[in-house]
């Protein structure tokens, strides 16, 4: 009776071990991620930066994570750092700003062939943040400010360029039709006594005077006749 006991004791203990070992064995097989934060990155430009990363993976093989890596998850930490600098390393500034994507899937490819003897299966990168230091943040801010007020300058200088072209094809067009620069000339007026100002004084074309002189001269000359008489 108690070699039955004992021997169902042993097979209990040992369904016991197999589920544990399996429960062990499908823990690791679940993804896992680990957080990357890299100071003092020199890009190819020769531009300090400061990159947090995430690297997912999962165990594609236990048993040759375990026997073939101390640390699976450490090693892997280690390997992603060590590539991170490395790719980093051969981008520029403005590259590594915007290319993101690009870079996380060179990262992706090389971290995975590198980490399959381990029985690792890096799954994707992903580069969460990228700061600059704050001299070179002013500096781009104050280099964007400089561009922004160009492209304004330049902007305008041909909004005056085509008004001017504009202007001179208006003057040549009165010039040769004296009607519509009279014409212009009253418009002008309307738009001024639409001030409502109390006082204006604008001046009156030669031209004008030429024309009414000569009747004021005859009709002073006719009152002159009148009163002689």
Request: without cysteine; proline residues 3%.
């Amino acid at each position: 009776m108690d070699i039955e006991i004992y021997y169902q004791r042993m097979r209990s203990d040992e369904v016991f071990n197999v589920i544990r070992n399996l429960s062990e064995k499908f823990a690791m097989m679940n993804h896992h991620e680990n957080d990357i934060q890299m100071a003092d990155i020199l890009s190819r430009d020769s531009v300090t930066v400061s990159v947090d990363a995430v690297v997912y993976f999962r165990i594609s093989n236990a048993t040759v994570a375990v026997s073939n890596v101390e640390d699976y998850g450490r090693s892997t930490r280690l390997l992603a750092a060590t590539t991170l600098r490395n790719v980093l390393g051969t981008k520029d500034l403005s590259q590594i700003l915007s290319e993101r994507e690009s870079i996380s899937h060179v990262m992706q490819s090389s971290l995975d062939e590198a980490t399959d003897p381990w029985g690792v299966k890096v799954e994707r990168v992903e580069i969460k943040d990228v700061r600059l230091p704050v001299q070179l943040q002013r500096a781009m801010a104050a280099e964007a400010e400089a561009a922004r007020e160009a492209r304004a300058k330049v902007i305008a200088a041909e909004g005056e360029q085509r008004a001017s072209q504009a202007l001179r094809q208006a003057a040549e067009v009165m010039s040769g039709n004296p009607a519509a620069l009279q014409l212009r000339y009253l418009q002008t007026l309307s738009s001024i006594a639409a001030e409502k100002n109390s006082t204006i004084v604008f001046p009156i074309p030669l031209e004008l005077f030429k024309a009414i002189i000569p009747k004021l001269d005859r009709k002073n000359s006719s009152e002159q006749v009148a009163k002689n008489v």
